[in-house]
């Protein structure tokens, strides 16, 4: 059959790549959003055991979902919040956990798939192979991490370490951003076949870390439920930060492990990181961008209306997750705006 022929000779096809490459990044992106859910519907520790080929297949029957359930009695979490649990309400927290599980194994297996049948087709560009190799082995990484995540609340903890939980989502992060500035690089080549990898400037650099910042400082409020600390804006109560709030005893580990502490540092850090990404996207609009810059403001204001909501509200699920989502969307539209910094002029760089 004449589709499954290897070429002969390199045959680059950077458009239809980059097209893969951006549906693998719509699933990290979906893995991201359940995994907001499955931390705060307390599921994460639903499944207890790590089988990464037979975990594909979820309990089948009674005597499955029961065993599955005597393990889950096991571990501190259930003693200590969940005793009085039925096995409905088990499979309940047991489906988004399994769910964010086989999202994790469909990503790996839909990047396995792109890169075995570009590089068959000799269809990958010089250069980007061993980029592709290298987010697949970020991937492997992941599934270590997200078990080393789970482990830390299988013994003593009555939930996941919400440093690790944060080296968790830092990590998905990292692979998401890989994936995006590649499908740049990839739709610019596909428009000029000589075009290099773009370069990241100082300022888009500067702008991304201190977005990384707050996105882990979010992870920290969702590992301590610091969320539910203060449902008040602009003010934590009556005052803007709480007496008493800065815990001595902790010094420095104030900034991560007191939940006071970190939902003060998010909500006001998130101004830092609302200014870095509009000076992005300033820098962006002088060299001709124009749908990333819109991208980034528009974004910008939303993100900050829905964590003012999920404060408001007391952590509402919905509100919660969207502020969770929209958060990995701004990070896309700063990569873009960020990208479309490289070369004396700006190019349409649509996602479309």
Excluded at 23 to 52: D, H, M, N, Q
Excluded at 181 to 202: E, G, I, K, Q
Excluded at 310 to 330: F, K, M, R, S, Y
Aim: charged share 15%; hydrophobic share 55%.
């Amino acid at each position: 059959m004449s589709f499954l022929a290897r070429p002969a000779a390199l045959s680059p096809r950077p458009r239809a790549l980059a097209h893969w490459l951006l549906f693998i990044a719509a699933l990290v992106f979906a893995i991201v959003v359940v995994g907001g859910i499955t931390r705060l519907t307390e599921s994460g520790l639903s499944i207890t055991e790590w089988k990464p080929v037979r975990g594909i297949i979820p309990p089948l029957n009674q005597a499955e979902w029961l065993a599955e359930f005597e393990n889950y009695k096991r571990i501190p979490q259930y003693s200590a919040f969940n005793i009085h649990m039925t096995l409905e309400g088990f499979k309940e927290i047991y489906f988004w956990e399994y769910l964010h599980r086989l999202l994790a194994r469909a990503i790996g297996a839909a990047l396995a798939m792109v890169m075995v049948v570009a590089w068959w087709k000799r269809a990958i560009p010089a250069g980007y192979g061993r980029r592709m190799i290298g987010i697949f082995a970020l991937g492997g990484l992941q599934g270590v991490i997200g078990w080393w995540m789970v482990y830390s609340g299988l013994s003593v903890r009555t939930e996941v370490s919400h440093i690790r939980l944060a080296v968790h989502l830092m990590a998905a992060l990292l692979i998401f951003s890989a994936l995006i500035w590649t499908v740049l690089d990839l739709r610019r080549l596909a428009r000029t076949p000589d075009a290099r990898p773009a370069r990241a400037s100082r300022l888009g650099v500067a702008a991304l870390l201190i977005l990384a910042v707050q996105i882990m400082l979010g992870a920290f409020v969702a590992g301590l439920r610091a969320g539910y600390a203060f449902a008040s804006w602009p003010k934590m109560g009556e005052e803007w930060f709480p007496a008493g709030g800065w815990n001595p005893t902790l010094g420095l580990a104030n900034l991560y492990d007191n939940p006071i502490v970190v939902q003060f540092l998010h909500r006001w850090w998130a101004w830092v990181a609302a200014i870095a990404a509009l000076a992005v996207a300033r820098a962006a609009k002088r060299k001709g961008a124009v749908a990333p810059v819109h991208a980034v403001a528009t974004i910008i204001v939303l993100q900050i209306l829905l964590g003012i909501a999920t404060l408001i509200t007391g952590v509402d699920l919905v509100v919660a997750v969207a502020h969770q989502g929209v958060a990995v969307l701004l990070l896309a539209s700063l990569l873009w705006a960020t990208h479309s910094l490289d070369g004396r002029r700006y190019h349409n760089t649509s996602l479309k």
